[in-house]
Antibody, heavy 125, light 105 residues
């Protein structure tokens, strides 16, 4: 069955970095695009970034452009989110989600059909 | 950016009730809209995609309708497992979520 498992969260100070990982299993990894979505404490969902199935297309929400980098390693069935220059407002649970459209690239990607359980990121001085 | 506004923000209901949640978009998203259910401490689960298509495995009491800028999620007969927060999401232009609707007893 489809499984996504995030890791790498933790407590850091403002300005520091973290790299999140999302390990996938149970389906052909290289056919799927992936998203990161975050949820601040007690708040709603916010889309953060997407990477296409082949890694050639990436897109970001404006508030993380230049600070976050999404990438993937198809040999390890893993998606990453490198977060630099972290701010207190980046605090929240980060979810990895699979796009519901195979082989999608950015504008052809759709809804999120599977989600991981999430990993907590806390940015605090 | 496309903004999504859900109403109501909180909905008090009872088991067996028929409930409807509305999602309005700031500009047309055609039918590129999904609905998710999230329970406390858990990740979201997709219920409806492309406005009205029910995801595999989702009970038939869940239905979606609408197009353009106005959409609805209906639960025909509320069950104890349905008390949760519901989010709409557009994927016509990037991805944005509504602010959520909490369904409580």
């Amino acid at each position: 069955q489809v499984q996504l498992e995030e890791s790498g969260g933790g407590v850091v100070q403002p300005g520091e970095s973290l790299r999140l990982s999302c390990a996938a299993s149970g389906f052909p990894f290289n056919q799927s695009s992936f998203h990161w979505v975050r949820q601040a404490p007690g708040k709603g969902l916010e889309w953060v970034a997407v990477i296409s199935y082949d890694g050639k297309i990436t897109k970001y929400t404006d508030s993380v452009k230049g600070r976050f980098t999404i990438s993937r390693d198809n040999s390890k069935n893993t998606v990453y989110l490198l977060m630099n220059s972290l701010k207190t407002e980046d605090t929240g649970v980060f979810y990895c989600a699979r796009d519901g459209n195979l082989y999608c690239s950015g504008s052809t990607c759709t809804y999120f059909d599977y989600w991981g359980p999430g990993t907590q990121v806390t940015v605090s001085s | 950016d496309i903004q999504l506004t859900q109403s109501p923000s909180t909905l008090s209901a009872s088991v067996g009730d028929r409930i409807t949640i509305t999602c309005r978009a700031s500009q047309t998203v055609s039918s590129w809209l999904a609905w998710y259910q999230q329970k406390p401490g858990k990740s979201p689960k997709v219920l409806i995609y492309q406005a009205s298509k029910v995801e595999s495995g989702v009970p038939s009491r869940f239905s979606g309708s609408g197009s353009g800028t106005e959409f609805t999620l209906t639960i025909s007969s509320l069950q104890p497992d349905d008390f949760a927060t519901y989010y709409c999401q557009q994927y016509n232009n990037y991805w944005t979520f509504g602010q959520g609707t909490k369904v409580e007893i």
